[in-house]
């Protein structure tokens, strides 16, 4: 009886063994599969699409404000903000934005910034042509930079939303 018991107690270990090393690989594969996910549906501004060359006709008939929020991770050490807090454009119109970022640090930094949209429906229908979110940004101590993003509203935005909110937060991903 002792020896059917212990076998039965090994199984279990093993199979209790087994399912924590696949949870270890399941938790692996979150982070890229949230990035796929991201750059397919366009979540959280992820997205490997070229818009440089997207066109639409513009929609005079309608105007859209976007605002713009930004914000910096805690212990970041960067100042951070737009140089405007909103600008209105016609669904189809390019429009730049212009954002002013200060390392307040005597070190070196590496900061890299995250897009996102709100209301997060709105997300598939602002076109981030060019973003200096799209690469890690490094600054010098005490280097000031003036950066800019190019967006674009389609006309395919339903017309109940007259404000969307564009969001920028710099993390330090410096190692």
């Avoid at 979540?43 to 818009?51: A, E, L, P, R, V």
């Amino acid at each position: 009886m002792s020896t059917d018991l212990e076998r039965k107690n090994k199984k279990t270990v093993r199979i209790l063994l087994v399912l924590v090393f696949l949870m270890f690989l399941f938790a692996a594969a979150l982070i890229p599969l949230y990035d796929i996910l991201c750059e397919i549906t366009g979540i959280n501004g992820k997205t490997k699409k070229d818009f440089s060359s997207l066109t639409y006709e513009v929609d005079l008939d309608r105007v859209v404000t976007l605002e713009f929020v930004t914000t910096v991770s805690a212990q970041t050490g960067l100042a951070f903000k737009a140089d405007q807090y909103e600008i209105k454009l016609h669904p189809g119109e390019k429009v730049t934005a212009r954002y002013t970022a200060k390392n307040r640090t005597n070190k070196r930094l590496i900061a890299k910034a995250n897009p996102s949209f709100t209301p997060g429906i709105t997300a598939g229908y602002v076109k981030n042509i060019e973003c200096f979110c799209f690469s890690n940004q490094i600054f010098e101590p005490g280097e000031t930079k003036h950066l800019e993003v190019q967006l674009m509203v389609s006309p395919d935005l339903a017309i109940g939303f007259k404000r969307i909110s564009f969001g920028l937060t710099f993390f330090d991903i410096t190692h």
